[in-house]
């Protein structure tokens, strides 16, 4: 009895902790966001210009399958490409802590081993909300409409469940890469990945082996199932390839397979940084 009153408050003690520490990275983290709104303004800049683009320059010569509003197919997607941009700015903002310092300063501290990671993926997933309702007003001020109902929450918590698992790829890669600058770089990488997607064409407009690659993008099963929810035509939603008929389920099943990838690596990385 006295080794259960023992081991039962000790493993309560860790987990309360554990939990504040998490909540300290996460309250540093939204106090730079205070302190620094442009890095948010930063990285809505290129999706809100590519709407504008998109929308009014090209929108008129853009084809949508089964015809419809060429507004009401792009919106969704260019939420999605907001949400995978992301994982730029959790790079950069991870490999600047790394490299002024501060995570070795974390890691010299009595602190859980995770919290830092973890803290910077709660973080940047409240930044991401942010982002999200930004991109939607302005989508509604260019006269988007959404028309699926409840089905408004669904897609903007697939939107919310895709950055989840994109944050930790951010986060690995931000301990791999040596500067910020490299992980500016990350750029060149992102915006092929966002451009052979169904983020601005459906997959069925492209080359078949262009296409098929697109439609086996896990960025693509996002923006299907968003366009799905928030009440796009089907024509302009399903193609005829399995992943596509089945949008709904590997946008749940894509963010599951990259979160089990890439967390423990992570935090794996973290764990073997040199103090």
């Known amino acids: 009895m006295t080794a259960v009153d023992l081991t039962v408050p000790a493993t309560r003690g860790r987990l309360y902790w554990a939990l504040a520490d998490v909540w300290n990275i996460v309250r540093r983290g939204i106090t730079h966001y205070q302190r620094q709104p442009v890095n948010i303004a930063w990285q809505l800049g290129f999706p809100i210009l590519s709407v504008l683009l998109y929308g009014y320059v090209f929108g008129s010569a853009m084809k949508v399958p089964g015809g419809g509003d060429y507004k009401d197919f792009l919106m969704p997607g260019m939420f999605v490409m907001t949400m995978a941009f992301g994982f730029i700015n959790t790079a950069t903002l991870v490999v600047y802590d790394s490299t002024k310092g501060v995570i070795d300063r974390f890691r010299s501290m009595p602190m859980a081993s995770s919290a830092v990671v973890a803290g910077r993926g709660i973080t940047d997933l409240l930044a991401?909300?942010?982002e999200l309702a930004i991109m939607m007003l302005t989508a509604f001020a260019m006269g988007w409409r959404p028309d699926g109902g409840l089905g408004f929450l669904g897609a903007f918590g697939l939107l919310l469940?895709?950055?989840?698992?994109?944050?930790?790829?951010?986060?690995?890669?931000?301990?791999?890469v040596p500067?910020?600058?490299?992980?500016?770089?990350?750029?060149?990488?992102?915006?092929?990945?966002?451009?052979?997607?169904?983020?601005?064409?459906?997959?069925?407009?492209?080359?078949?082996w262009l296409g098929w690659v697109a439609a086996w993008n896990p960025i693509s099963s996002t923006a299907a199932a968003s366009r799905e929810l928030f009440g796009v035509p089907g024509e302009a939603v399903?193609?005829?390839s399995w992943v596509e008929q089945h949008a709904l389920l590997m946008a749940g099943v894509w963010p599951v397979v990259l979160t089990v990838i890439f967390l423990p690596l992570a935090v794996r990385r973290f764990q073997k940084l040199s103090r």
């Open 128 to 130: 991401a909300c942010a």
């Open 161 to 176: 469940w895709l950055r989840f698992a994109l944050i930790w790829i951010g986060v690995w890669l931000g301990l791999l």
């Open 179 to 208: 500067n910020p600058e490299a992980a500016g770089g990350l750029f060149a990488v992102a915006f092929p990945l966002t451009m052979i997607s169904s983020i601005f064409v459906a997959p069925q407009l492209m080359p078949d």
């Open 238 to 240: 399903a193609g005829d």
